[in-house]
C-alpha cells in the first residue's frame, strides 16, 4: 500500500497532503539548516507474512526534478525579476563605487617613488606582453565560470534538484566580489605604496592623479596606488571558489567535472604568474589574495547556511524547490508506486529490501533518509 503524506516528522498511514500544497514549501536547503523538514514525502508500507506491516517514507527533496527547458528558463527568470533590486545594487557597487571611486581614491593619495623589494620580480623575468595576456586570461576566468553557472542550470535538470540555479550562483559570486573590493579599499586605503608599474615611477605622467574620485576614466587609462590586495587575482579565484563549490550540482561527469576544475585553478596561477611578470602588483598583493579570498568564500558559505541567515535573510537567494508541477510530481509518485511493488514482492520471499544507491545523483543521503524494509 502506498500513500502519500505531508512531511511532519510523524508517519501516518492515511494521511494526504494537496497537491499544489507542495509550492508552499520551502527549499530542501532550508530544511537541511533549520532542521525542518519541509519537503514533501511518501509512505510505503509493506506487509509482512506474520502480519506486521513496515511503513517507509521517500522525501520528495531527493528526487531529481522532471522539468523542460522551458520550465527551467521561466524559474530562472522568475527568480531574475524576484532578485532584481539585489543583482542592481551589487553591479552598481563594483562597476562604479569599487572600480571608480575607490580606484581613483588610491590613485589620488599615490606618491611615486622607487621600487621596492621584491622576491617575485627578482624571480620572474618581466614580460613586456605580460599585461595584454594577464586581461585575457582574466576575461576567460570571468567567460568560463559565468557560462558554466548561468547555461548549465539551463540546459539540465541536475542543478535545480539540488537547489542550485543560475541567479544563486551568479548572486554568491557578486557578493564576494563585493565584500572583496571592500576589503581591498580597508587595506589600500590606509597605506599606500609606490607603484611599481612603469607607468607609476616619478616623472611619468600617469604617476599622479588629478580631478575627481567620482569622474569616469577611460577604460585604457592607467592608474595607480590599489595594491593590496589583487582585484584580477580576486576575480579568478572567486570564479574558481564558484566552479568548485558546485561543481557535483552543476556536473554529473566525474571527467568533465575534474576537468573543469582542473582548469579554473591553472588559470589563477597563470593569472598569479602574469601580474607579477607584468609588475603590475607586488607579489605581497597576490599572495594575501591568494589566501584571503577562498577565506572570505567559506566564511560567506557558511552565513548563507547559518539559522540566522536563514531565518532572517531567506528572501536574499533563490530557492529552487519544488512547485508542484505534474511532471515533478508524477515523478515522485511513479518512483515511489515502483519501489513499493518491488518491497511487497521481495517481502514476501523474505528478501531484505533496501534502497542503497543514491536517489538524487551527485549526493549522499544519511541512511535515516533511505527507504529500507525488512
Same mark, same amino acid.
Given at each position: 500500500m502506498i500513500s502519500r503524506i505531508p512531511s511532519t516528522g510523524a508517519i501516518s498511514k492515511d494521511s494526504e497532503s494537496p497537491k499544489n500544497d507542495l509550492s508552499s514549501r520551502i527549499s530542501p536547503f532550508h530544511a537541511k539548516s533549520t532542521g525542518e523538514d519541509t519537503s514533501g514525502a511518501f509512505e510505503i508500507a509493506v506487509l509482512k507474512r506474520d502480519g506486521d506491516v513496515i511503513r517507509c517514507t521517500i522525501p520528495c527533496s531527493s528526487l531529481l526534478f522532471s522539468e523542460g527547458l522551458s520550465k527551467r528558463f521561466l524559474v530562472e527568470l522568475k527568480h531574475l525579476y524576484l532578485g532584481m533590486p539585489i543583482l542592481l545594487f551589487h553591479l552598481v557597487y563594483l562597476f562604479f563605487v569599487c572600480t571608480t571611486v575607490y580606484r581613483n581614491y588610491a590613485y589620488s593619495k599615490h606618491r611615486p617613488g622607487e621600487l621596492l623589494w621584491d622576491l617575485g620580480f627578482e624571480t620572474l623575468p618581466q614580460w613586456a606582453?605580460?599585461?595584454?595576456?594577464?586581461?585575457? &586570461?582574466?576575461?576567460? /576566468?570571468?567567460? +568560463?565560470?559565468?557560462?558554466?553557472?548561468?547555461? &548549465?542550470?539551463i540546459l539540465s535538470s541536475r542543478p535545480h534538484s539540488m537547489n542550485i540555479g543560475a541567479n544563486k550562483i551568479c548572486l554568491e559570486a557578486l557578493?564576494?566580489?563585493?565584500? %572583496?573590493? +571592500?576589503?581591498?579599499?580597508?587595506?589600500?586605503?590606509?597605506?599606500?605604496?609606490? %607603484?611599481?608599474?612603469?607607468?607609476?615611477?616619478?616623472?611619468?605622467? !600617469?604617476?599622479?592623479?588629478?580631478?575627481?574620485?567620482?569622474?569616469?576614466?577611460?577604460?585604457?587609462?592607467? =592608474?595607480?596606488? !590599489?595594491? $593590496?590586495? *589583487?582585484?584580477?587575482?580576486?576575480? &579568478? $579565484?572567486?570564479?574558481?571558489?564558484?566552479?568548485?563549490?558546485?561543481? &557535483?550540482?552543476?556536473?554529473?561527469?566525474?571527467?568533465?567535472?575534474?576537468?573543469?576544475?582542473?582548469?579554473?585553478?591553472?588559470?589563477?596561477?597563470? @593569472?598569479?604568474?602574469?601580474?607579477?611578470?607584468?609588475? =603590475?602588483?607586488?607579489?605581497?598583493?597576490?599572495?594575501?589574495? /591568494?589566501?584571503? +579570498?577562498?577565506?572570505?568564500?567559506?566564511?560567506? @558559505? *557558511?552565513?548563507?547556511?547559518?539559522?540566522?541567515?536563514?531565518?532572517?535573510?531567506?528572501?536574499?537567494?533563490?530557492?529552487?524547490?519544488?512547485?508542484?508541477?505534474?511532471?515533478?510530481?508524477?515523478?515522485? +509518485?511513479?518512483?515511489?508506486?515502483?519501489? %513499493? $511493488?518491488?518491497?511487497?514482492?521481495? /517481502?514476501?520471499?523474505?528478501?531484505?529490501?533496501? @534502497?542503497? @544507491?543514491? *536517489?538524487?545523483?551527485? *549526493?549522499?543521503?544519511e541512511s535515516d533518509n533511505l527507504l529500507s524494509a525488512v
Open positions: 606582453s605580460a599585461p595584454y595576456v594577464s586581461e585575457k &586570461v582574466l576575461l576567460t /576566468s570571468i567567460v +568560463t565560470g559565468m557560462s558554466t553557472m548561468i547555461i &548549465v542550470p557578493t564576494m566580489a563585493s565584500i %572583496g573590493h +571592500t576589503l581591498r579599499f580597508f587595506t589600500f586605503g590606509v597605506t599606500g605604496l609606490p %607603484g611599481p608599474a612603469e607607468h607609476c615611477r616619478p616623472g611619468h605622467e !600617469d604617476a599622479t592623479f588629478e580631478g575627481s574620485i567620482f569622474s569616469l576614466s577611460h577604460p585604457d587609462k592607467h =592608474n595607480c596606488g !590599489d595594491l $593590496i590586495f *589583487s582585484g584580477h587575482m580576486l576575480f &579568478v $579565484i572567486t570564479m574558481a571558489c564558484g566552479v568548485t563549490q558546485h561543481r &557535483v550540482a552543476l556536473i554529473g561527469n566525474r571527467m568533465i567535472r575534474f576537468a573543469l576544475v582542473t582548469f579554473m585553478w591553472t588559470i589563477v596561477v597563470f @593569472q598569479a604568474l602574469c601580474i607579477i611578470m607584468a609588475h =603590475n602588483h607586488y607579489s605581497v598583493d597576490v599572495v594575501v589574495a /591568494s589566501y584571503v +579570498t577562498p577565506l572570505i568564500w567559506h566564511a560567506t @558559505q *557558511s552565513l548563507y547556511a547559518s539559522a540566522f541567515f536563514q531565518k532572517h535573510c531567506h528572501r536574499y537567494f533563490a530557492w529552487y524547490k519544488c512547485d508542484g508541477n505534474d511532471e515533478y510530481f508524477s515523478c515522485c +509518485t511513479r518512483l515511489s508506486f515502483l519501489f %513499493g $511493488i518491488v518491497s511487497k514482492l521481495c /517481502s514476501k520471499a523474505g528478501i531484505r529490501v533496501r @534502497q542503497a @544507491q543514491k *536517489s538524487r545523483a551527485g *549526493s549522499e543521503f
